[in-house]
């Protein structure tokens, strides 16, 4: 039988995507994406678009979201899937969340106006759709139009990450904050991309037993930003810890991703789907 085609992870204009939740449905639909989860950084406001929408194109639908936190003061990004997107929990802990974005948007500004770049917060705020919702892609878009870079990926490892001028500390919620909003919820929770953060062997298999106790079920084993060798390792953890595994391609837009919706490797065929978590 041949395993379904599911997308659990990509981003619309409602954070830093570059399509409207319609577009993004329609083109997962075209790809032959069977079942579909938007998960925008920090925001549900999305998600009701994108239901309606991978309706109207005959796709199946999750909620998600990919919630910002951190654990041992490392940025780490993790995915709720199927949660109850009314519940109060997931909304008020979301909202704390984007309050803080803000914030540390206007230091970011502030930061790169002190090495001669003046008004990055309000010209990132312009590019951004949904102005509850601002994030350093939208910085690195604005710095593009004013031709600090050529492209996006010029101006995050030159301006906008750690030890560069427009990077700057933040208090993110914690591991437990982002697992217990989405478990509240009616959720699964899933780490995101772990093949991008920087750890050891000792620091992943320590996060991870500390999300599995928390009641994190999934991994992202497959995923827009992980190379075969990812996939072999993850998989590995995913089996040991027994979590289920997530296939998601984060598209973000056609010019900013290198991988479609729907358009990346099966998973390791004895791996359980994270969708039967949620079905
Ligand atoms: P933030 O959540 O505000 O810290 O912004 C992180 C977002 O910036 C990610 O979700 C990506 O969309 C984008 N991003 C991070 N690093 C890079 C990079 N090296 N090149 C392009 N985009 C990036
Ligand atoms: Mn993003
Ligand atoms: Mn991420
Ligand atoms: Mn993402």
């Known amino acids: 039988m041949t395993p379904l085609n599911f997308d659990f992870h990509c981003h619309s204009l409602a954070s830093d995507g570059l399509l409207p939740p319609e577009e993004l449905a329609q083109r997962a639909a075209a790809n032959g994406v069977d079942l579909w989860a938007l998960t925008d950084h920090d925001t549900l406001g999305g998600l009701a678009a994108g239901e309606q ?15 910002s936190i951190e654990w041992q003061g490392r940025p780490i990004h993790i995915i709720g899937l199927g949660f109850d997107r009314q519940h109060p929990d997931l909304a008020d802990g979301l909202e704390t969340l984007r309050v803080g974005r803000v914030e540390r948007a206007k230091r970011m500004g502030e930061a790169l106006a002190a090495i001669g770049i003046p008004g990055v917060y ?32 010029g101006v995050f490892p030159q301006y906008l990450t750690p030890g560069k001028p427009g990077y700057v500390e ?17 959720g699964v929770a899933v780490v995101a ?16 037993g500390d999300f599995k106790d928390l009641g994190g079920q999934g991994l992202e084993v497959t995923c827009g930003s992980h190379s075969p060798d990812h996939v072999l390792h ?7 810890f027994t979590f289920h595994a997530s296939r998601g391609s984060d598209f973000h837009g056609p010019e900013e991703s290198y991988v479609d919706l729907g358009k990346l490797p099966q ?13």
């Open 122 to 153: 309000e010209g990132a705020l312009q590019f951004a759709t949904n102005p509850d919702l601002i994030s350093r892609a939208h910085f690195a878009r604005y710095m593009v139009s004013i031709g600090i870079a050529r492209e996006v990926s």
């Open 170 to 186: 933040h208090r993110w919620p914690t591991l437990a904050n982002a697992v217990g909003w989405i478990v509240a919820a009616g």
């Open 193 to 208: 991309h772990p093949g991008r953060y920087r750890m050891g062997g000792g620091d992943m298999r320590k996060f991870l």
């Open 53 to 67: 929408a991978a309706s109207a194109a005959g796709m199946a639908f999750v909620n998600g979201v990919e919630i």
């Open 234 to 240: 993850f998989a590995r953890l995913a089996r040991y």
């Open 267 to 279: 998973l390791p065929v004895d791996l359980k789907p994270v969708w039967r978590l949620i079905l």
